[in-house]
């Protein structure tokens, strides 16, 4: 999966689906679920003595979705797009936008053996 902790996503199926982008908190199970903030909230009900609420009681936490689910926001084409994977000149490994072709960030450093291809 080409989705990253912090990059901006858009929720494309399930309840939580909205136009607005949102942030990636986490990637989990291999990439193929996500932690999106403000998606899929639900309430833990918790008995006195738990570590993150002592006295019990409910707890908000948002619970991961599968990352088939989301797409990723581009920032200069502002549409929810698909990633793609190129090498770039002096051989660094890359993810850049499919729409715009905007590079977004480097994947992996030059490797010698792909420098000049």
């Not at 990352?67 to 770039?88: D, F, I, K």
Request: aromatic letters at 6%.
């Amino acid at each position: 999966m080409k989705i990253k902790k912090g990059d901006s996503v858009v929720v494309m199926a399930g309840d939580d689906k909205s136009p607005t982008p949102r942030r990636v908190i986490q990637v989990l199970e291999n990439g193929n679920k996500v932690l999106i903030q403000g998606v899929n909230q639900v309430w833990k009900h918790v008995r006195r003595g738990h570590p993150k609420s002592p006295q019990g009681g409910r707890l908000h936490l948002e619970k991961p979705i599968m990352s088939s689910n989301v797409m990723y926001y581009c920032e200069s084409c502002h549409a929810p797009t698909r990633l793609g994977l190129r090498y770039t000149s002096d051989g660094t490994k890359e993810r850049f936008c499919r729409k715009c072709k905007k590079g977004v960030g480097t994947v992996s450093p030059a490797k010698s053996s792909y420098a000049g291809k």
